[in-house]
């Protein structure tokens, strides 16, 4: 009993010491959500949105639904009060050229904070980097460690982080508080409580098998006769630290198995 204990003890300290580093020496390209070989992928539908800059640019656009989403975004900071410059759009969609430019800009030793061109969840047209506050003197996307603790303590920021983004299964990259990203699970639960379509229509349209002219949903459905179901947007699965736990109990529990066995051999 003490041996599987201990074991189990061994495993999770291994476990926590090697989150700690990952959080703390793996780039935004590696820790992103949108998996690496999703990135490459060019949306097939990209539209200007309402911006922080107020200014037409490649770089402020998001490709179709998360450009949806975003207005949302906006409407609920607005039911609360909150107005521009909060949530702006300050970087979405990037090509190629453009990641190639900003990694260009970016000295050799600063290169942890921005990925290699080909590699950057901005790609897919479903990452936002969002006004969350800027210290005097700052850069509303600096990760000098003084204007991200900055952002941290605004309420705005807060309310974002606690209330909105959960609603739509937003995930923040945890070094960049601006930086958010509307992974396919995140487009999927938004299609099918927006529009009431079924479940395999909206896997098959983020998954890129379906196309939306567009991002005309309702046409799509109207010219496929596509019957709506009552979808329920509030099937929710495990929290953050529910899913740690259960990682956790199965890294302990496989670890104590191979253990034995290996002890055994
Ligand atoms: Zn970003």
Redesign the pocket.
């Known amino acids: 009993m003490f041996d599987l204990l201990g074991s189990m003890w061994l495993q999770f300290s291994i476990y926590i010491v090697q989150s700690i580093f990952g959080w703390l020496f793996i780039g935004d390209f590696d820790m992103a959500q949108i998996p690496i070989e999703q990135r490459a992928i060019v949306p097939q539908t990209i539209f200007d949105v309402e911006n922080y800059y107020k200014s037409p640019s490649p770089t402020r656009r998001l490709a179709w639904p998360t450009n949806e989403i975003y207005l949302k975004i906006l409407e609920d900071a607005k039911a609360r009060g909150i107005g521009y410059p909060w949530f702006r759009l300050i970087?979405g969609y990037r090509d190629l050229a453009t990641q190639q430019r900003l990694w260009d800009r970016h000295p050799t030793k600063d290169r942890s904070v921005i990925a290699p061109p080909g590699r950057s969840s901005?790609h897919t047209g479903h990452?936002m980097?969002l006004f969350v506050g800027a210290k005097g003197g700052y850069s509303p996307t600096s990760s000098a460690s003084e204007n991200v603790s900055h952002m941290r303590s605004q309420r705005e920021y807060q309310i974002f982080k606690n209330e909105i983004a959960p609603k739509y299964g937003l995930w923040e990259l945890s070094s960049?508080p601006w930086?958010w990203e509307c992974d396919r699970e995140c487009r999927k639960t938004y299609l099918m409580s927006e529009y009431q379509i079924p479940e395999s229509l909206a896997q098959s349209i983020v998954t890129e098998q379906v196309h939306i002219p567009n991002g005309d949903l309702v046409a799509f459905i109207e010219e496929h006769g596509v019957t709506r179901v009552a979808n329920d947007p509030q099937k929710e699965g495990l929290g953050g630290f529910g899913k740690v736990l259960v990682g956790t109990a199965i890294v302990s529990v496989v670890s104590y198995l191979l253990y034995t066995v290996l002890e055994e051999a």
Do not use: K, L, P, Y
Request: charged share 35%; aromatic share 0%; glycine share 0%.
């Open positions: 970087s901005h990452t980097d960049e930086h």
